[in-house]
């Protein structure tokens, strides 16, 4: 068994559930704030998509607006608490969604399975990005779309700033990470391509900057 693998295989042994983030979720004041850039991933969504780490199903209202007939959404949420909300707000939407627990590290998908992988404010909590990343490239067709809004490290004092609130803000959020060097992760594997990253005007310390941006699998690219 790989090292990733075997990551993945002791993470699944490890419940995840926050029930009391899982109620207050829903009414943090994000929805005007993100709603543009759940926009963005949302934008002319066709043929099979998953959305890794769907929480309560932010994403759902958006997606199902521009849904047409040929999309196929698959979603995953390992926590049971924001799981049940997002099949609720699935339901309230009329989105058809195939909602699974599971988690980034292990997608229960065969290789080459999507044309759009999205990711939305989830690579701060999984346990394990970097093989996260690869299984969201694992079941993404060569020349599918990878698209994704995430806050990161930030730069100078607000860094460091960052780095003393992690271990705190990190128990108290659903083991939401401030510190994660995620945009770099991203754009250094050999798999794809940059269509584009824009740093967003977004947010407040200890939770900026944002990014978003579009990166595509290689075609003949090979995963190990």
């Known amino acids: 068994m790989s090292d990733s693998s075997t990551r993945a295989a ?17 009414v943090l004041p994000q929805s005007i704030l993100f709603e543009p850039h759940r926009e963005y991933l949302a934008r002319d969504l066709s043929g099979r998509v998953l959305e890794l780490g769907c929480g309560t ?8 607006e521009h849904a047409t007939s040929s999309l196929e959404y698959h979603a ?14 699935a339901g309230e939407t009329g989105l058809a969604v195939d909602l699974r627990g599971a988690r980034a590290e292990s997608l229960p998908y065969p290789d080459d399975s999507f044309d759009v992988v999205i990711a939305s404010l989830v690579f701060c909590t999984i346990q394990d990005p970097d093989v996260a990343l690869e299984e969201a490239l694992r079941v993404l067709e060569p020349g599918g779309e990878f698209r994704f809004l995430e806050h990161v490290h930030a730069d100078g004092w607000r860094g460091s700033g960052q780095e003393l609130l992690n271990p705190l803000w990190a128990h108290t959020a659903g083991g939401c990470q401030l510190t994660r060097e995620t945009i770099p992760r991203f754009v ?4 794809v391509t940059v269509e584009e990253i824009e740093r967003l005007d977004l947010g407040f310390f200890p ?7 579009t990166l595509r699998r290689k075609r003949g690219s090979t995963l190990e």
Do not use: C
Request: glycine fraction near 4%.
């Open 188 to 191: 250094s594997h050999e798999a």
């Open 76 to 89: 995953i949420e390992p926590d049971p608490h924001m799981r049940k909300r997002a099949r609720k707000r």
């Open 57 to 64: 199903g932010d994403m759902f209202p958006y997606v199902a």
């Open 10 to 26: 002791e993470q699944a042994d490890d419940e995840i559930s926050h029930p009391l983030f899982a109620k207050l979720y829903d």
């Open 207 to 213: 939770v900026a900057p944002f990014v978003r941006g």
